[in-house]
């Protein structure tokens, strides 16, 4: 087995950096949490972050890609809602951009 080059060390101390701090992070939730108390109000929160998490992700996406983004979403979540699969949701999403972007759109 051969090291990497010495120009490489920066990348492999950055990726390595970086997966600490995603560690720490995660463990960083976890310990500020044990002191939250899980009041009703605070489990109807942590249910709902989920969702909020990918409203947040997914809207400027479908404003910055258009109107096919959009239809695409709604195709998506049509499928999940009917076949309860996420694969088939996920290749609905891709047809429906597919096709949009084919028709002009």
């Keep these: 087995m051969t090291l990497p080059d010495p120009g490489s060390w920066g990348a492999l101390l950055a990726i390595a ?7 720490l992070c995660r463990i960083a939730g976890v310990a500020a949490m ?5 009041t009703p109000h605070v489990r109807r929160g942590l249910a ?3 969702g909020s998490i990918v409203v947040a992700t997914v809207l400027p996406l479908i404003e910055r890609l258009g109107l ?10 049509a499928a ?12 609905t999403g891709m047809a429906a951009i597919s096709a949009a972007r084919f028709l002009g759109f």
């Design 34 to 38: 044990s002191f939250v108390p899980l």
């Design 17 to 23: 950096a970086m997966a600490v701090a995603t560690y």
């Design 68 to 77: 096919a983004a959009g239809l695409a979403l709604l195709a998506a979540v």
């Design 80 to 91: 999940m809602a009917v076949s309860r699969s996420e694969l088939v949701a996920l290749l």
């Design 48 to 50: 709902a972050l989920p």
